[in-house]
């Protein structure tokens, strides 16, 4: 008897981006795997491949959006089914990865959830993780196998380099955490970078004081990187201190729009001319703006999956960016 030893790659998704999980197939040439998701009566997540899984090498596509729990949940048990359906390699995909913020512990009796969750997909039974931009590096060595961990900075640089006069602009970042990220952006455009510091209540979740502005925009066009925009307040109270000290014009960029609460309408009513994000969560209409550019990191995210499955070199993918 002889085994086929063909290798097979399928891609599943969960219910919360079927878009960006179909565009990503699209750009595999394959097809999302059937899948059959039911809820219970008690809220419980019942999954069902419609398809032998068995000596697959799996790619598990998830976005860990609102609601969150349910997210992460649900991949949770999709990768517990290919375990028992003998999968025979399972990656986890989370373009947006629920909890990385909670990376340490700021005081004391405080969980690390970042690392929590790792544990509880090689738990699972994931063999490897995938994300996009994680909120800290060092999230990577918190799950126990190989973290695939991808940029969409080559993406949204470009695209605002082409949307505006490089000569005149100014990379910022909107606080001491994302100078590295800054610095990346500054290289990539060849632009010059500054900083806002700023400080948080420790007492009062999103609240964030502006102080003041170490750099040079007076008359310039800033672009204010982040990983995410949340609630916005950050990202708001960062233009305004930027309009203080005589910006021409703020474009805001991030890789995750989470977009919660007020965001929208914050964001729609501040003085940003642009907001840019990836498709890395959904957008759903009612958290949809005029000044809201989307891109997709489908390609990416397809490119990565490709190198993966063919044992070949997701670094490649980033060779030559800053």
């Not at 544990?119 to 590096?137: I, S």
Request: charged fraction near 25%; proline fraction near 4%; glycine fraction near 6%.
């Amino acid at each position: 008897m002889k085994a086929a030893g063909q290798k097979k790659l399928m891609l599943f998704s969960g219910r919360n981006h079927p878009e960006l999980a179909g565009q990503v197939a699209e750009q595999l040439g394959i097809d999302v795997a059937p899948t059959k998701f039911q809820d219970f009566a008690n809220g419980e997540i019942f999954v069902r491949y419609l398809e032998s899984v068995r000596g697959c090498d799996a790619f598990v596509l998830q976005c860990h959006s609102d609601p969150i729990n349910e997210s992460i949940m649900e991949q949770l048990i999709m990768v517990d089914a290919l375990k028992r359906a003998s999968a025979k390699r399972i990656t986890v995909v989370t373009p947006f990865l629920g909890y990385a913020r909670q990376d340490k512990k700021h005081r004391g009796r405080e969980p690390i959830s970042a690392r929590l969750m790792t544990d509880l997909f090689y738990t699972a039974g994931a063999h490897r993780l995938m994300a996009v931009d994680l909120h800290t590096d060092q999230i990577q060595g918190f799950f126990d196998g190989p973290v695939d961990h991808l940029f969409a900075l080559p993406i949204l640089a470009d695209y605002v380099a082409s949307q505006v006069d490089v000569a005149d602009a100014t990379v910022v970042s909107p606080d001491a955490g994302r100078v590295r990220t800054a610095d990346r952006w500054a290289d990539r455009m060849g632009a010059p970078l500054a900083i806002i510091h700023k400080r948080r209540d420790p007492d009062v979740a999103n609240e964030v004081k502006v102080h003041e502005v170490v750099g040079e925009v007076e008359g310039r066009t800033c672009i204010l990187v982040d990983d995410m925009i949340d609630t916005a307040g950050t990202i708001v109270k960062a233009a305004d201190a930027l309009f203080e000290q005589g910006a021409s014009k703020v474009i805001a960029a991030a890789t995750h729009g989470v977009l919660s609460g007020p965001a929208a309408e914050r964001l729609q009513n501040s003085r940003i001319s642009e907001v840019v994000i990836t498709n890395s969560l959904p957008v759903p209409k009612e958290r949809s703006f005029d000044k809201l550019t989307q891109l997709s990191i489908a390609p990416l995210l397809a490119r990565a999956i490709n190198e993966v499955f063919s044992d070949g070199s997701v670094t490649s993918l980033f060779e030559g960016a800053s």
